[in-house]
């Protein structure tokens, strides 16, 4: 057994000894680009597992450990991880778990803190916890990733958002039903195979991928009239998290509808974008405004690499970090950004604008930034595009799964009555103004 090593301020240390032997469970929040990311941290040396439960006792156990004046999303991410060291599947004393930090001022900086008191109090103290996050927060010798790997998880994240765009425009129509899930597979198989020979790693390479990604889902053959689309915006992690949202985009498509759910890119490119305004608004280093303006204009590009190949293969491609910029003038400024900030209006707005006015916005107990910039701007959208059509979910321990379905389905109802009016309004809408 690894000895356990503490830092001066008594925090319990992951090894290089502990990346021999133990094994990393994280929670699952957007199935694809974990499952990826979960591969590329294997060929880097570590023994990972994604967590994918979905169970009520995952509710109870989070009760049990976190206080529950803490936002859902909290309580979820800790319940899961530990149920799962509970379950009596993994040694104890060779297991850690792994949790992803923004290291703004949303509560999520304290997710870390609130694991370790939730493993404190069930006698877990003596496993590791190991804080990936781009604010430098809480080194472990035996957890470090160097810059190859964070190009690899920026690639994972673009062919993440390429899959699930591409995906859940085909699912709904797919002839013979889960060929999506499979190319989905292959797809990932294929891409995770290259990276461990060393090819895909370069830029140019990468669009060629894109291609190959969008001829793949290209070639899945698909029926039926257009379904109503269907956006899906929200809290971060209750908005992709099928744990999270009760299995939100499965239960649209059993309803007849077309997910819409926004990429992960967007928010990345946010959260740099936030450091650059930093200095901008406070005052600070100019280097550090410099190196977010490279870090964010590098991601930036293969956005809109990413987007050219959808849109060349005959996709719905999202539009780029600065359309949503444009789209937000005039409603929040850009200081806004705690939790998901002016983002989450601004993919409203770009919903609207791109033909899917039926939105189901997402709203945590506990996030208050997400209630002001969700649930606090529909009256505002509404006002300014009377067809919208979004309807505000709250998710928390005590929500039933049968109440959300249910004001689901009166928005779909609405989204159906909207569309029999106007045939020609979805189908003709433009994408976002210039």
């Known amino acids: 057994?690894?000895?356990?090593?503490?830092?001066?301020?008594?925090?319990?240390?992951?090894?290089?000894?502990?990346?021999?032997?133990y094994t990393l469970l994280f929670p699952t929040m957007l199935p694809v680009h974990f499952?990826?990311?979960?591969?590329?941290?294997?060929t880097e040396g570590f023994r990972v597992e994604m967590l994918t439960t979905n169970h009520r006792g995952i509710v109870d156990e989070g009760l049990k450990y976190v206080h529950n004046d803490t936002c859902y999303p909290a309580l979820l991410v800790i319940g899961q991880l530990i149920d799962a060291v509970k379950s009596g599947?993994?040694?104890?004393?060779?297991?850690?778990?792994?949790?992803?930090?923004?290291?703004?001022?949303?509560?999520?900086?304290n997710y870390i803190h609130l694991l370790r008191k939730a493993l404190e109090k069930a006698d877990l103290s003596f496993i590791p916890v190991i804080s990936i996050n781009l604010s430098g927060l809480e080194p472990n010798p035996g957890f470090k990733l160097g810059l190859g790997t964070l190009r690899k998880a920026i690639f994972a994240m673009m062919y993440g958002d390429l899959i699930v765009q591409c995906a859940n425009q085909v699912r709904p129509y797919e002839v013979a039903s889960?060929?999506?899930?499979?190319?989905?597979?292959?797809?990932?198989?294929a891409l995770l195979e290259a990276m461990n020979r060393g090819e895909g790693l370069s830029?140019?390479?990468?669009?060629?991928?894109?291609?190959?990604?969008?001829?793949?889902?290209?070639?899945?053959?698909?029926?039926?009239?257009?379904?109503?689309?269907?956006?899906?915006?929200?809290?971060i992690y209750i908005k992709y998290s099928p744990l999270g949202n009760n299995n939100l985009e499965q239960f649209l498509l059993s309803e007849g509808a077309e997910p819409v759910v926004p990429g992960l890119t967007d928010f990345i490119i946010f959260k740099?974008?936030?450091?650059?305004?930093?200095?901008?608004?406070?005052?600070?280093?100019?280097?550090?405004?410099?190196?977010?303006?490279?870090?964010?204009?590098?991601?930036e590009k293969c956005q809109r690499a990413m987007i050219a190949a959808m849109e060349k293969g005959g996709f719905r491609a999202p539009g780029t970090f600065e359309d949503l910029r444009r789209l937000i003038q005039g409603y929040l400024g850009e200081g806004n950004k705690m939790g998901e900030g002016w983002l989450l209006t601004a993919e409203m707005l770009e919903l609207i604008h791109s033909g899917t006015p039926n939105i189901v916005c997402t709203q945590p107990f506990g996030c208050l930034p997400n209630h002001i910039v969700g649930k606090g701007m529909i009256r505002k959208l509404k006002d300014d595009y009377p067809n919208s059509n979004i309807v505000a979910i709250d998710y928390d321990p005590g929500?039933?799964?049968?109440?959300?379905?249910?004001?689901?389905?009166?928005?779909?109802?609405?989204?159906?009555?909207?569309?029999?009016?106007?045939?020609?309004?979805?189908?003709?809408?433009?994408?976002?103004?210039v």
């Not at 499952?35 to 294997?42: K, N, Q």
Request: hydrophobic share 40%; proline share 3%; with cysteine.
């Open 1 to 21: 057994m690894a000895e356990l090593v503490y830092d001066k301020n008594g925090r319990l240390l992951f090894t290089k000894e502990m990346k021999r032997e």
């Open 35 to 42: 499952g990826l990311m979960a591969r590329i941290l294997e």
């Open 89 to 109: 599947k993994y040694d104890l004393h060779k297991v850690a778990l792994l949790i992803t930090q923004t290291g703004g001022g949303c509560r999520a900086s």
């Open 178 to 189: 889960g060929q999506t899930d499979q190319t989905i597979d292959a797809c990932e198989k």
């Open 203 to 235: 830029f140019q390479s990468m669009v060629e991928n894109f291609d190959k990604l969008v001829a793949a889902f290209q070639a899945i053959p698909v029926a039926g009239e257009a379904k109503p689309r269907v956006g899906v915006v929200g809290e």
């Open 272 to 299: 740099i974008y936030n450091r650059e305004v930093d200095v901008g608004i406070y005052g600070g280093l100019w280097l550090k405004k410099k190196v977010c303006q490279i870090f964010k204009g590098y991601v």
């Open 399 to 433: 929500a039933t799964k049968i109440n959300q379905e249910n004001r689901i389905k009166l928005m779909l109802a609405n989204a159906r009555g909207l569309a029999k009016q106007e045939p020609q309004r979805q189908a003709g809408a433009e994408r976002a103004p």
